[in-house]
């Protein structure tokens, strides 16, 4: 591995505020914006923390709810930055709080959650430390957690809600099944594992590196890209066990030149999304290359074709992706080009890419699935695209490097404390400890594996 791809998979082992990639100076400072920003909420939060009750002050700044809006569909977007999360309205695309909750998640369960998060104790599953997390949506408090053994790990719920998929990469090689069902003796405990350092990797990495996990709207099986095995594994759920690998080659074929057939490259894939209509699969790979996949058997995926931006004109450094409601076309979050390169599914063509103005990882959709929310990390921003038109239609300003995202039908209380410590928060100040969250590319929050 080269000193950039090694900067790019592993950029969270500078300290906290010590961004990778040349973005450090950039948010060791306080800006004029943030500063005069974070006075005037800094003020309304006080004020709101000293009514009688959380959320009274009502404002327009996005600190505190007017009245206690509760209950309304949300866009939950996590701020590495400063460890707050920034509550966005989708009726209005507005911010109506922010609140600080002395953690961050890159990469928050989003597949099925809106669904599955219409009451205040439904919790939202989150990638936290060395661990996943679980936090009750109408307060963001925890309610569970489990240590897998890693600092990189990606958490997905089932259709049904009942459990939650982990994969668990280096150093632990692990998949694991959690309850989720809240109603459960046994929630928030790991129910069943798969220990998968057996199978080897390239290199010393002392496994296959699942990266990353998509649940098939049919709730049967899950899909793990191999980051470092180069395979694409198929998890049965019930029993959870291996139903299946398939080897992944890289565009060509034969990329080690030997004539034979063979393709001794790395094909890297690390990331994964199922389409909602479960007959396809679209998968990020490290190398830049995205791969679309035939999962009409739900175990017996098979690949269709692969898009490169030399060839086909995609964006360049492919992170992650959502699908549209109709399944029809993939959104893939490349950094790279700051844009997201919206891929024609059946086609297996892009169709066009979206400016998004800066870095963008990861995204959500609205629990409506009308628009995706696309946090922009380096501008502090998340950008709005609409489902139907593929463009984009808004911008809205959020915390600190805005990183994950995810939805839900019911909102968070406001809590006048959490409001003041953002305010806080995004004018520099010291409001204690925060956990952090593995991040890829640029990232403000310094973290170990």
């Known amino acids: 591995m080269t000193d950039d791809e090694e900067t790019r998979l592993y950029p969270n082992r500078e300290g906290r505020g010590e961004a990778a990639d040349g973005v450090a100076d950039e948010r060791s400072s306080v800006s004029r914006r943030g500063l005069l920003a974070g006075s005037a909420t800094a003020g309304v939060a006080l004020t709101a923390g000293c009514s009688s009750g959380p959320g009274d002050g ?3 700044t996005g600190t505190a709810t ?3 809006d509760a209950g309304g569909d949300t866009v939950v977007v996590f701020n590495t930055g400063d460890a707050t999360v920034s509550l966005i309205d989708p009726a209005s695309d507005e911010v109506v709080d922010t609140q600080h909750v002395g953690l961050s998640s890159s990469f928050p369960s989003n597949q099925y959650a809106p669904d599955l998060t219409a009451a205040p104790e439904d919790p939202l599953w989150l990638n936290v430390g060395r661990g996943v997390r679980a936090v009750a949506t109408g307060s963001l408090s925890e309610v569970a957690r489990v240590e897998t053994g890693s600092g990189s790990n990606w958490q997905e719920l089932t259709p049904d809600g009942t459990n939650v998929v982990v994969s668990a990469r280096e150093p632990a090689h ?6 989720a069902d809240r109603d459960s003796p046994t929630f928030g405990e790991v129910v069943a594992e798969i220990d998968r ?5 390239r290199g010393d990495r002392g496994g296959p590196g699942p990266c990353d996990v998509t649940v098939h709207p049919d709730g049967t099986v899950a899909y793990v890209p191999d980051l470092f095995g180069d395979t694409l594994t198929v998890l049965r759920l019930d029993p959870f066990e291996i139903e299946r690998q398939v080897d992944v080659p890289t565009p060509g074929g034969d990329d080690d030149g030997d004539g034979d057939g063979g393709n001794d490259a790395a094909s890297a894939p690390w990331m994964g999304t199922v389409a909602p209509s ?26 269709l074709g692969q898009l490169t931006p030399e060839a086909d004109g995609l964006g360049e450094g492919a992170l992650t992706s959502e699908v549209g409601p109709e399944s029809r076309y993939g959104y893939v979050f490349t950094p790279g080009t700051n844009d997201v390169s919206v891929v024609d599914i059946e086609a297996r063509e892009v169709s066009g890419r979206i400016d998004v103005g800066g870095s963008a990882f990861a995204g959500t959709w609205d629990p409506a699935r009308e628009k995706l929310y696309v946090p922009v990390q380096t501008n502090d921003e ?5 489902a139907d ?8 300003s959020v915390g600190s490097a805005p990183y994950g995202a995810t939805a839900a039908r019911t909102r968070p209380e406001p809590d006048g404390t959490a409001s003041l410590l953002a305010a806080m928060a995004a ?5 204690g400890e925060a956990e952090t969250t593995y991040c890829i590319g640029n990232c403000a929050c310094g973290h170990e594996l």
């Open 197 to 201: 350092t057996d199978e080897g990797g």
């Open 427 to 431: 004018v520099g100040l010291d409001v």
């Open 174 to 179: 692990r998949n694991l099944l959690v309850d």
């Open 278 to 303: 479960g007959d396809r699969l679209i998968v990020e790979h490290r190398t830049g290359t995205e791969s679309v996949w035939d999962t009409s058997d739900p175990s017996s995926p098979e690949l």
């Open 66 to 68: 007017e009245g206690g």
């Open 382 to 386: 998340v950008a709005v695209i609409d």
């Open 389 to 396: 038109s593929r463009a984009l239609v808004g911008r809205i």
């Open 58 to 60: 009502a404002t327009d």
